[in-house]
């Protein structure tokens, strides 16, 4: 459970502390009272406080005195001062202090003081919500797999997270103050850095850079996103850069253009004319027997039926198979002629894993030959 705020009065009139009390409890805070400073201090040693009202007289000791020795123990408190003998010096005293919220004289006006307080507590919260999502930052930027870095305008490394250590074999402290060229980065690499680095403080923009570096295992490669990290005044203070390790991606896209690749030179060795057809039977890849078939290029040949070519028909034939093989989900055959050849179309149905039919395989294989000796 979240705890209360913790309020300290420290008054010597018992009266009036006593009222106070009750008025901040009601508020649903959590109030200690002392009457002099010694038991202000003896309570401090007890409990952490995150507001002190303090009079700023007291028999022991000054009321400014006491906040002095409180802000020493607990520089996080924040303090409104009371006084009955309010004066242009307290008030000058009071503003100079970072940690005084401000002061309220004798008799107290309670909805003023309760105005204050509210303030108080409004401040502390957010001051609190705010560390507490730096610290989850911290955390989360601290145990990053990726490479986190800030650089300054001289491209230097004003931080860096331990994911380095991992990827260099170099502590983050030893990148601390230089920059790559320092750390011994290629020249070309260098250039390539300074110049993103300074596009984004000139242009306040995100830049993205892909880089290589040799090491003793290969090549690594990564991409590189640079966000600007903006100062009060609007200008850029410091780039941001996180550096993603891209190799195994890389390598798997290299792996699947070469399979491609492979698989198209394939595909177009195949002498009958192929297609492959998406479940609404339009031509999604053809080979290049296909396209000397038809003498199309394949380009135009995509998103088309190949009834479209072969009979000038936007729509599939009556005993096309491919038309049957909707209903049988397995291979169905057919002949035809075009001009003075035969050929046979086998379509192959392409199923999913819940055996519904998401394309085919189109084949024409010419068969005039075979049709002149009369063979079946």
Known sequence: M??????????????????LQDIMEAEDYNVMVAHDGQTALSLHDKSVFDLALVDIRLPDISGMELIKKLIELSPGITFIIITGYASMDTAVEAAGQRDIAGYVTKPLAIDNLLYLVRQVVKRKEAEKALYKRQQEFITLVENASDIIARFDKEFRHVYINPAVERETGMLPEVFIGKTNQELGTPEDLVAKWHEAIKSVF????????????????????????????????????????????????????????LSSTQWQNTFDAVNDATC???????IQRCNDAMSQLISKP???????????????????????????????????????????????????????????????????????????????
């Open 298 to 376: 394949l380009s135009d040949m995509i998103g088309h039926t190949c009834c479209e070519f072969i009979h000038g028909s936007p729509k599939h034939l009556e005993g096309c198979p491919w038309v049957s093989m909707q209903n049988s989900k397995s291979r169905e055959r057919a002949e035809l002629s075009v001009g003075d050849k035969w050929f046979e179309i086998t379509v192959d149905p392409i199923l999913d894993s819940d055996h519904k039919l998401v394309g085919a395989v189109h084949v024409l294989s010419d068969i005039t030959e075979r049709k002149r000796l009369g063979c079946p």
């Open 2 to 19: 979240e705890n209360k705020f913790a309020i300290l009065i420290v008054d010597d009139d018992a009266g009036l502390t006593s009222n």
């Open 202 to 257: 000139e242009t306040g923009q995100e830049r993205t850079v892909d880089t290589e570096y040799a090491t003793p295992t290969g090549i690594k490669y990564y991409s590189n996103r640079l966000a600007p990290e903006f100062a009060e005044d609007g200008s850029v203070a410091t780039v941001l850069n996180i550096s993603r390790d891209i190799t195994e991606r890389n390598k798997a896209e290299e792996a699947l253009k």
């Open 276 to 282: 492959v057809l998406n479940a609404e039977g339009k």
